[in-house]
Structure formats: structure tokens, C-alpha cells
């Protein structure tokens, strides 16, 4: 059994396909990645790490603790008008730039043997009912095979379309916009700076530098014509973004931009597809979680397909662990969204961290796992 499905294919190398195939080919399957693009790479992520990974990740030899990374243990929030307010953080994080992490595990990963297939796009893929095997259509026009494919391809990938998930065909408003800046800010901390319309993080991350990314809206996008005016025009309304934004040193010439930022309900398992990370489901980016659920989804698929002797088991397995984990999660995320990005809800939410902060702490640790 083991025979017929220890050959692991992994559409997506980012932190879910990654951590699964270091995990994967350390209990001794034979692991391909493919993935579009060439490491290192920068993405759009605001770059907090929750500390409900730290744990595995050391226990698993992937804390990359050559490097001195800033601990956070307090969330400031401030709403559009620049009103802030503290909150400890009961279990914290830490900050690490996508650029650093990412190619940190690629380098792991492939020294544990996994095999890459890099500046390469999977541009179809069908499971083949009779065979037990899919079939995987690469760019470079190479067909592969695999009787286990796990799809790690990220919030949204051309590869959803093909396979028409629901949620491909929705809009969405949002648009994500990220920067590292030299900047003066407390190391300990991680911010969420409020503007109508949308909400910007920053926090620090590897030497020295600080990580300012926000999540934004098409719309005022398009009515002012670039980032640039509209960080002007809208961001900078809130005094202490126009701080940042003014005090700063822009590390690079542009920004990374990313569009179609889509929180709509996916599901974990699609035509016999284990998908992990934001494949299977995106939490809003106020939670500063996303990355640690990709890297404990990359658990509990390989667990399950340590676990379950036959596709079906395997399936159900991950399908309720995965529930279990993530799915109350992703809808208390969505639903405190709704506070956020609008003068009078970020009023409303910045008086309820200051006034009961014990009901904010609660919505933090609800929107939280447990470290495992
Ligand atoms: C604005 C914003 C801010 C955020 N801030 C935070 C934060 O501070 N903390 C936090 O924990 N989370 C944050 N998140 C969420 C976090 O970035 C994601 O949850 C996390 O990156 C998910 O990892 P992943 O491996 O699922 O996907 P990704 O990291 O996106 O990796 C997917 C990979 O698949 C590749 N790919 C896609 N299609 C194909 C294909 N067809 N063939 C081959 N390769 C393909 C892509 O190139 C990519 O490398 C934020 C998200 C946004 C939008």
C-alpha cells in the first residue's frame, strides 16, 4: 500500500507545499515540488509569524535561528483617525520577510531530498479514475504522474480555474500592496493602522528592516490612478500611517501588488486534490495567522496520509482534521473584518480593545490555534 502512494507530487512551493514536502520525505516519500517561480522571490504577506509554529517549527529543524529575528508580544491598533490603543499579545510571534523563510526551507528541503521543478507553471491536472493516478500538464510541456497530489498553489492560481473551483469566478475588491522600509518602530510590536476602505500591518522583520504591507481597495485604486496617490489620498489620512509612510526609507523602486484577494469558502479536498494553505481556505490577513495555518495544514496531510490505508481514509482524514483546525477560524476572521476599514468600525473596535481588552483577547485566540 504504502508502495502505491509513496509518490508525493506538490503543486506550489510556498510555505504549505514547502513544510509538507520537508515533512513527506522525511517519513520516506519520494517528493516532487513544482513550482512557478524561482527562488528567492519576494511576495505580497505582512510577514508575522504567530507563535503557534515556533514550536514545530524548531522541533522540526526548520526555525531558522542563524538569524536574530524580532519577537512581538503587543498588537497596536489605531483606527482611521489615528486614535491607537495596546493590547498584549498572550502568544505573540515573530518577523521574518517571505524572501528569507521561503528560501530558507526551499534550501532545507532540498538538502532532505526533495526534487524541485522551478520556473516551471502546472497548467492542468486530472485525476484518472481507472488507473488511481493523475495526470499533470506542465508549461514546459512535460506531462508527470503521481498517485498523490497535494495543491498548494496559493489564494489563487490559474490551476483554479482550470479546475473550476466556484470561487475563482467571484470578484473581490481587495488588493494587497506590500514594501520593506527602514523605519523607526518598536521591535515588539506588530501594528494594524486603519484607512477607509482598508487596513496596512507593519512590523519589523530580519535585520533591522520593517515590513509595511496593507490590504486595499480596487476601486479607490482605480480612482486615483496609482499606488502612489492613492496611499496619498487615502492612507495618509490616518496621521500615523502619513508618519511611516514620510519617516521611512523605501527599500525598493516598487511596491509588490497583488489583486483579487478572495475570502470566499473552498473546500479541503477536490476531486481527490488534498489542498493545503490558502488553497484550501484564506483567513483575513488581520489575524496574522495565514502562514502558520499553512504550515500546520502541511501536518495534518501528511499525518493523514500517514494514516489512512485507502484514498478514501486518507481524504476523510485530512477533510476532518482540516475541519476541525481551520474551519470556525477562517468565519470569525471574516466576520471581525467587518470592523475593520471603515471610520466608525474602527472606532468601535479600538473601544473595545481599550475598554474590555478581555473580549479582544478572546477574538485574538479565537481567530488562534493552539500551539502544536
Ligand atoms: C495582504 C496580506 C497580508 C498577509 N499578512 C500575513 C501575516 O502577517 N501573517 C500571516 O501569517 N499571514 C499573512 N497573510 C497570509 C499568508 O500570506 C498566506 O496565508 C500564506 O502565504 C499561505 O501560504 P501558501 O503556501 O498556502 O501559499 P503561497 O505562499 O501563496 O504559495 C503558493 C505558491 O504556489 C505557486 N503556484 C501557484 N500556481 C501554481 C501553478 N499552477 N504551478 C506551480 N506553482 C504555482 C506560487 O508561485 C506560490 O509560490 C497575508 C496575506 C495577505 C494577502
Avoid at 160 to 171: A, G, I
Avoid at 186 to 202: D, E, M, P, W
Avoid at 321 to 346: E, H
Wanted: glycine share 10%.
Amino acid at each position: 500500500m504504502k508502495k502505491k502512494y509513496g509518490e508525493v507530487l506538490i503543486v506550489g512551493g510556498g510555505l504549505a507545499g514547502l513544510v509538507a514536502s520537508i515533512l513527506l520525505v522525511k517519513k520516506g516519500y519520494s517528493v516532487t515540488v513544482v513550482e512557478k517561480k524561482s527562488y528567492p522571490f519576494h511576495r505580497v504577506c505582512g510577514e508575522y509569524v504567530s507563535n503557534e509554529v515556533l514550536g514545530f517549527l524548531k522541533r522540526n529543524g526548520l526555525y531558522p535561528d542563524f538569524l536574530a529575528l524580532p519577537s512581538i508580544d503587543t498588537f497596536e491598533f489605531s483606527d482611521t483617525k489615528g486614535k491607537a490603543v495596546l493590547l498584549p499579545l498572550d502568544l505573540g510571534g515573530f518577523g521574518i520577510s517571505r524572501y528569507v523563510l521561503d528560501d530558507w526551507l526551499y534550501q532545507t528541503a532540498g538538502k532532505e531530498g526533495v526534487t524541485f521543478l522551478t520556473s516551471t507553471t502546472v497548467t492542468d491536472l486530472e485525476y484518472l479514475e481507472e488507473e488511481d493516478y493523475f495526470q499533470v500538464a506542465l508549461s514546459d510541456f512535460q506531462t508527470l504522474r503521481a498517485p498523490i497530489v497535494l495543491g498548494a498553489f496559493g489564494k489563487r492560481s490559474k490551476l483554479d480555474q482550470v479546475l473550476e473551483r466556484p470561487f475563482f469566478t467571484k470578484r473581490s475588491p481587495y488588493i494587497g500592496v506590500k514594501y520593506h522600509v527602514q523605519a523607526e518602530g518598536s521591535t515588539n510590536t506588530v501594528s494594524l493602522h486603519n484607512f477607509q476602505g482598508g487596513y496596512c500591518g507593519f512590523n519589523a522583520i530580519e535585520e533591522g528592516k520593517f515590513n509595511l504591507c496593507y490590504l486595499g481597495n480596487r476601486d479607490q485604486l482605480r480612482q486615483y490612478g496609482s499606488i502612489q496617490e492613492m496611499e496619498r489620498a487615502v492612507l495618509w489620512k490616518n496621521p500615523l500611517l502619513k508618519r511611516i509612510f514620510e519617516e521611512s526609507t523605501f527599500l525598493w523602486e516598487k511596491p509588490e501588488v497583488i489583486t483579487e484577494i478572495n475570502f470566499e469558502r473552498k473546500k479541503p479536498v477536490e476531486n481527490h486534490l488534498l489542498l493545503l494553505g490558502d488553497s484550501a481556505g484564506l483567513i483575513t490577513p488581520l489575524c496574522g495567522n495565514g502562514m502558520a495555518m499553512a504550515m500546520h495544514s502541511a501536518l495534518l496531510v501528511t499525518e493523514a496520509l500517514e494514516e489512512g490505508n485507502t484514498r478514501q481514509e486518507m481524504e476523510e482524514r485530512y477533510t476532518q482534521s482540516w475541519n476541525a483546525q481551520f474551519y470556525q477560524r477562517l468565519g470569525v476572521g471574516k466576520a471581525i473584518q467587518g470592523l475593520f476599514g471603515s471610520g466608525r468600525g474602527s472606532v468601535l473596535a479600538r473601544n473595545l480593545i481599550q475598554q474590555v481588552p478581555f473580549v479582544a483577547r478572546t477574538l485574538v485566540k479565537n481567530t488562534h490555534g493552539q500551539p502544536f
